[in-house]
C-alpha cells in the first residue's frame, strides 16, 4: 500500500508546489510598475489565473487526502486480516489435532464412575466387578467428550485446508468458526 501513500504525499507535495506559484504569481503582477487599463487587466486576469491554480491545488489535496483514506482502510483490513487468522489458524490446529489424534476406546469402568464423556456400551453390570462397558475418546491419555470430537471432525470438513497466509478469506474462516462451527 506504499505506493497509494507515495501517490497520496506526491499529490500533496504538487498542491504545495501550485500555492507558491500562485502567490508568486499575484506577488509579481503587483509588483509590475506598469500602469494604464491594459496593465490592470493583464494583472486581473493573473489573479484570475492564481485563483485558478489554488482551486486546483485543492482539488490535489483533496484527492490526495482521498488516496490516504483509502490506504488507512486498507490497512486496517490488514490488520484485521492478521488478527483473524491468528485467532482462526490456532482454532483449526486444534480442531485438526483433535479431529485427527482422538481415539474411541471401550473400557469397563466402576458402575458408580461413569463420566459425561462416556458413553456406555453395554448398561449390564458385571456383577462380579460392578463395571460397566464404555466407549470414551482419548486424546493424549485425557478423556474427551464426543461432542468435542464431533465438533472438530465438522470444522475439519468444512474447512479442509486454510486459506494462505495474508488472504481476506481468514475474515470468512473467523466468521464461519464464532458462528455457523461454534461448539
Known sequence: MSTVKNDASYLRDR???MRTRAVQLKAQAESMNWNSPAAQAFRTQITLTADDIDRTAASLDAAADALGAHAR?????KALIVQAQAWAAERL???RSIASNAIKVIQ???EGAVTSFMTVVNSAV???TKTVQVSV???ANIDIAESVVTHAQSVMR???SPPVNG???WLDVEHLLKTVLRP
Not at 482502510?73 to 483490513?77: A, G, P
Open 15 to 17: 498542491a504545495g508546489d
Open 73 to 77: 482502510s486498507v490497512d486496517d483490513v
Open 93 to 95: 490446529d486444534e480442531a
Open 108 to 110: 469397563d469402568v466402576a
Open 126 to 128: 458385571d456383577v462380579v
Open 137 to 139: 475418546y482419548k486424546l
Open 158 to 160: 468444512t474447512i479442509p
Open 167 to 169: 488472504s481476506k478469506d
